[in-house]
T-cell receptor, first 116, second 106 residues
Framework: KAGVTQTPRYLIKTRGQQVTLSCSPI?????VSWYQQTPGQGLQFLFE???????NKGNFPGRFSGRQFSNSRSEMNVSTLELGDSALYLC???????????????FGQGTRLTVV | KNEVEQSPQNLTAQEGEFITINCSYS?????LHWLQQHPGGGIVSLFM???GKKKHGRLIATINIQEKHSSLHITASHPRDSAVYIC????????FGTGTSLTVIP
């Protein structure tokens, strides 16, 4: 079956702009979680959506937001981009969510965002 | 202080060597995950465990809940095992270690 698909794979934006990233989960998975990976901070949890509701949120400013649609596809939005937002953004899908026991997460290839 | 600590940060091994990567955590967890990340960014989930030990091919993962410690072992290492290995725990959210960069030399 198809894996987790993230689009676009690469993106270059200017400071102050906003960006929307997309994640299509594995068919049947209802949870989509988002992560930011930078060389300095490593992987950090952004938020998780389950059945169109945000279920958990990491420690990121309100400029980072997301949503999930009825088909479980999720989008992540970052407004007023800063240079420090340059990172690899990964999403993962699972049946019940990353904080649920015995639920394996499947990751997408990520979107590499560069803010100039 | 990081919720998840991994060691070593970098590891170079000769092909065929036995490798151990350690992970300690300080939060209450529902599960611990070992992830593998190859250059280019893709992450693969290797193991998810909440107790005991799991084995998949040449990979073995163990966890000691009382000591809040987990180890990932690679037996008979191979150059294709070269990657970054990340320990992550799930409690009320996902917490990640900083990763161990493994290079296996032929």
């Amino acid at each position: 079956k198809a894996g987790v698909t993230q689009t676009p794979r690469y993106l270059i934006k200017t400071r102050g702009q906003q960006v929307t990233l997309s994640c299509s989960p594995i068919s049947g998975h209802r949870s989509v979680s988002w992560y930011q990976q930078t060389p300095g901070q490593g992987l950090q949890f952004l938020f998780e959506y389950f059945s169109e509701t945000q279920r958990n949120k990491g420690n990121f400013p309100g400029r980072f937001s997301g949503r999930q649609f009825s088909n479980s596809r999720s989008e992540m939005n970052v407004s007023t981009l800063e240079l420090g937002d340059s990172a690899l953004y990964l999403c993962a899908s699972s049946l019940a969510g990353p904080t649920s026991m015995n639920t394996e997460a499947f990751f997408g290839q990520g979107t590499r965002l560069t803010v100039v | 202080k990081n919720e998840v600590e991994q060691s070593p940060q970098n590891l170079t091994a000769q092909e065929g060597e036995f490798i151990t990567i350690n992970c300690s955590y300080s939060v209450g967890i529902s599960a611990l995950h070992w992830l593998q990340q190859h250059p280019g960014g893709g992450i693969v989930s290797l193991f998810m465990l909440s107790s005991g030990k799991k084995k998949h091919g040449r990979l073995i993962a163990t966890i000691n809940i009382q000591e809040k410690h987990s180890s990932l072992h690679i037996t008979a290492s191979h150059p294709r095992d070269s990657a970054v290995y990340i320990c992550a725990v799930t409690g009320n959210q996902f917490y990640f270690g900083t990763g161990t960069s493994l290079t296996v030399i032929p």
